[in-house]
């Protein structure tokens, strides 16, 4: 059984940071992409970021130059550094990995971010 735990959520002020992480365990070896989705109340999920096995990312144009993901192949783990937070940035955050063995997608429960002052 493959489980994603996100963590680092939380309530932050307009202009802060937070780090989210996302990390994988049980039966899921050979990931290949990961990635970090969105949803706000009322509106469709969307992704935030992504990155491949070797390190390429992309982002939202809506969080570029904002927001860093990065991942750990070693630990199963990926990352968000999220800065200069703002209240649009509301959301929980969800983490995807692509198994590609299986070509399985695996999706994190979420964890919710709110930028509020």
């Known amino acids: 059984q493959v489980q994603l735990v996100e963590s680092g959520g939380g309530l932050v002020q307009p202009g802060g940071s937070l780090r989210l992480s996302c990390a994988a365990s049980g039966s899921i070896f050979s990931i290949n992409d990961m990635g970090w989705y969105r949803q706000a109340p009322g509106k469709q999920r969307e992704l935030v970021a992504g990155i491949t096995r070797g390190g390429s990312t992309n982002y939202a144009d809506s969080v570029k130059g904002r927001f860093s993901i990065s991942r750990d192949n070693a630990k199963k783990t990926v990352y968000l550094q999220m800065n200069s937070l703002k209240p649009e940035d509301t959301a929980v955050y969800l983490c995807?990995?692509?198994?590609?063995?299986?070509?399985?997608?695996?999706w994190g429960q979420g964890t919710q971010v709110t930028v509020s002052s």
């Open positions: 995807k990995m692509f198994e590609l063995t299986t070509r399985t997608d695996y």
